[in-house]
């Protein structure tokens, strides 16, 4: 990530630096300027990565590998075709290039040799190189996956034809092919075609990592208003062709087609490809599959949708003047200002205004600005103390599941402390931590005392196991069945030092007593064996034995360190039962509220190193007090949950559960405002996994139920289910009239 992992310098920084500290070698990359709408030149750091593999109608050909051909997006399709024909050892003119989209493969004409690599390919998911041989029945073809534009790739799964890898055929198809036989969806070829389904419940096929895309639009689709206005083509007269902001209105046709097709109330799911496209175009950074974030992509469309139908053609300049000391006054005169440049239906719905002060810490300095906002980003509370859900495993063999508050900074020692807390009768010195592998029947390893429990992550299966007090050997041991099978529940066990191999045999019997059924059992259906912990070879060294029996006699042995005990049984046991702490039924008492979150964002607040403002009187940056006041509020309340947070070197997800209303009453919030304040939930984005990857969906509500949209797939929920989901990212609140 740039400023964290790298900085950007030019080269007579890094020969001035490279003179004084010296370092190398120099990793060098270009500008380049990218022919799209709004002509942006940016750093290629991650040049484009092409793979190939060779097929042909027959199956593939047992070629030799190729190494990944680097190129840069600015580069040209001609360029490309020779960089290929010198690889392929094939004259140019004897080559010929295909697209393959939606609607099927579409040869690349001269006429767009001089196009750049990076507009093709956001056109396309594959480029196909034809090369013609003598041999006509077996005629090769070269196909060319995008494998990364930035490092990244995220392969999809093709419907394969008879002939050919990844569905091509031997001749291009037209858009006028079998249906059947075309492994994409294109534009008009739909899931479930001709079946009636309920308008405004058709899914969005994924086109690969669109996941995000896909939740942002099936909320923005349920804007009841925004939707209306679109269907009945009001659009049409507002288009503004000639704003340098816009798209020259291709955005909005694109969009309202898509519109149009989500609310046809005949197909179970449509391809958004058309959408996409002119998204690529117009926002570079969306190109390409990989995951993005589905705030960003709302904001961007919905500032591209303002400025294609903004009524204004021509913005008047206005100059700034100084805020009058009546903040009514100040912000309706803000507000007048604002509609003399901007007015569209994205101001109509969406658009309200923040008041923003501004103090100085060395002179008071006030300054008060009035700012309109399409959406709220709304800060989570920090959490500063975390729940860690345990199980206990006592001596007797009782288990009990419990939920342990601990600090942000506790160590495990903490979180044994507050565990005895709970459990009047357990010692501290008797609790063993440990990392459990539940589904392998297995303790993995004990965690040390000063282990962070920041470490320890949600998805960990936590163990406190009590031992007997003063116990000085201690060692893994599990349960297995006669059949080879591990099952149930791990354990320790303890004993004292010089112990006989009898006395260990009563201790262990005396710690499994609750998994004997006296009606079956029989001293000699159950056997102890000691192995290694590292796979199942024998603590005697003999690779063909796989675990000693230990003897029933007097004698003292020694055991290595990494010696497990193995319980195998040839009779059937008593079911382990694991009950469940109060403690385990309180999640919504830790929950945050929404309110929690807007009282954060109200807070007044100190700006950061990184974020000082210039203060006119001091003649200096200043890291100023800011506070923000809500002034004006939209008909459409788009709350956006901050749960990503970036530092200087670290980057998190916050999976606190925000609890939101289904009807918001914003009064408490907002300054000036006592009419008509509350707002009821229509829509949610929301997002599952971590940073590193995830998948979001989206909860839309329709003729007053709710469903679930998961790419293509829509099913009805119970609205319980919606309301303060955990998942929750993106809020969407229409204005009760």
């Given amino acids: 990530m740039e400023n964290e992992n790298y900085e950007l310098i030019s080269e007579l920084a890094w020969k001035a630096l490279v003179k004084w500290y010296g370092g190398g070698p120099p990793i060098t990359r270009k500008v380049i300027r990218l022919n799209t709408i709004k002509k942006t030149s940016e750093v290629e750091v991650y040049p484009m990565e092409i793979a190939w593999l060779t097929t042909s109608r027959f199956g593939p050909y047992d070629s030799p590998s190729r190494d990944p051909l680097h190129v840069s997006k600015a580069l040209s399709v001609a360029h490309l075709r020779t960089q290929i024909a010198q ?16 609607d099927g493969l579409k040869e690349i004409v001269k006429e767009n040799f001089k196009d750049q690599i ?34 990244l790739h995220s392969k ?103 519109i149009k097709n989500l609310w046809s109330g005949t197909v ?23 995951q993005h974030d589905s705030h960003e992509l709302l904001a961007f469309l919905l500032d591209g949708l303002h400025e294609d139908m903004n009524r204004i053609t021509n913005k008047p300049y ?43 810490p060395e002179c008071t300095n006030i300054s008060i600005t009035f700012d309109p906002f399409m959406y709220l980003s709304l800060p989570l509370p920090i959490v500063k103390d975390r729940f860690v859900p345990i199980t206990l495993v006592r001596n007797n063999g009782n288990c009990f599941k419990l939920r342990v508050r601990v600090g942000e900074r506790a160590q495990v020692l903490q979180l044994k402390e507050g565990l005895v807390s709970m459990v009047p009768d357990l010692q501290l010195e008797n609790v063993i931590m440990a990392d459990v592998s539940v589904a392998q029947h297995k303790i993995d390893s004990k965690l040390p005392d000063d282990y962070l429990v920041s470490k320890i992550r949600f998805s960990d299966d936590t163990f406190a196991y009590e031992v007997e007090k003063n116990s000085e050997c201690v060692f893994k041991c599990l349960h297995k069945r006669k059949s080879g099978i591990d099952f149930g529940i791990p354990f320790f066990l303890c004993f004292p030092k010089n112990s006989t191999n009898n006395q260990i045999h009563e201790i262990l019997f005396r710690r499994i007593s609750h998994l004997i059924d006296p009606d079956t059992f029989q001293i000699e259906s159950v056997s102890v064996k000691m192995s290694t912990e590292m796979g199942n070879s024998c603590v005697c060294g003999n690779f063909k034995c796989h675990g000693c029996v230990l003897p029933r006699n007097d004698d003292v042995q020694e055991f290595k360190a990494n010696t497990k005990f193995v319980i195998v049984w040839e009779v059937p046991t008593k079911e382990e039962q694991v009950v469940t702490h109060p403690s385990c039924l309180s999640e919504k008492n830790i929950a945050l509220t929404l309110d929690n979150c807007f009282q954060v964002f109200l807070e007044q607040e100190r700006l950061g190193p990184q974020d000082t403002w210039y203060c006119p009187k001091c003649k200096t940056f200043q890291q100023a007090m800011k506070k923000f006041d809500i002034f004006r509020i939209p008909e459409v309340l788009v709350v956006h949950l901050k749960r990503f947070q970036y530092g200087k070197h670290t980057r998190d997800k916050l999976d606190v559960r925000v609890n939101f209303p289904s009807v918001l009453d914003v009064a ?43 790419d293509s797939e829509v099913r009805t929920v119970d609205p319980n289910s919606v309301i303060g989901a955990k998942e929750a990212y993106l809020l969407f609140y229409q204005r009760i009239a």
Avoid at 119 to 132: E, Q, T
Avoid at 163 to 191: M, Q, V, W
Avoid at 268 to 289: I, M, R, T
Avoid at 670 to 693: A, C, M, P, W
Wanted: include cysteine; charged fraction near 20%.
């Fill in 87 to 102: 690889i392929m050892n094939t004259p140019p003119h004897s080559m010929k290039l295909w697209m393959e989209t939606p």
């Fill in 118 to 151: 990076f507009n093709v390919l956001a056109c396309c998911k594959r480029l196909i190189v034809d090369i013609s041989t003598n041999d006509r029945l077996k005629p090769h073809l070269s196909q060319m996956e995008i494998t990364s534009m930035c490092g």
């Fill in 156 to 258: 999809r799964k093709e419907t394969a034809s008879p002939s050919f890898i990844g569905g091509i055929s031997s001749k291009p198809k037209t858009s006028n092919d079998d249906a059947s036989e075309n492994p994409y969806h294109t534009r008009s070829s739909l899931k479930n075609p001709g079946r009636i389904v309920i308008a405004g419940t058709t899914g969005l096929e994924n086109l690969g990592n669109t996941c995000f895309m896909n939740s942002a639009l099936q909320c923005l689709a349920h804007t009841t208003a925004l939707t209306q206005y679109f269907l009945e083509d009001h659009f049409l007269s507002e288009i503004n062709e000639k704003n340098p902001l816009g798209t020259q209105g291709k955005m909005a046709r694109s969009y309202a087609d898509l």
């Fill in 268 to 290: 179970g799911s449509v391809s958004p490809y058309d959408f996409k496209h002119v998204l690529s175009l117009f926002a570079p950074q969306f190109s390409g599959y990989r």
């Fill in 318 to 360: 206005i100059e700034t003047q100084p805020c009058n000391p009546d903040d009514k006054i100040a912000s309706e005169e803000s507000w007048k200002n604002h509609l003399k440049r901007n007015q569209s239906i994205i101001v109509d719905l969406f658009q309200g205004q923040l008041k923003s002060t501004l103090v100085c």
């Fill in 668 to 710: 408490p919030f907002v300054d000036g405002i006592t009419e008509r304040t509350q707002y009821k939930l229509f829509g949610t984005s929301n997002h599952f996994g971590g940073l590193g990857g995830g998948h979001y969906t989206a909860y839309a509500q329709t003729n007053e139920r709710w469903y679930s949209f998961n």
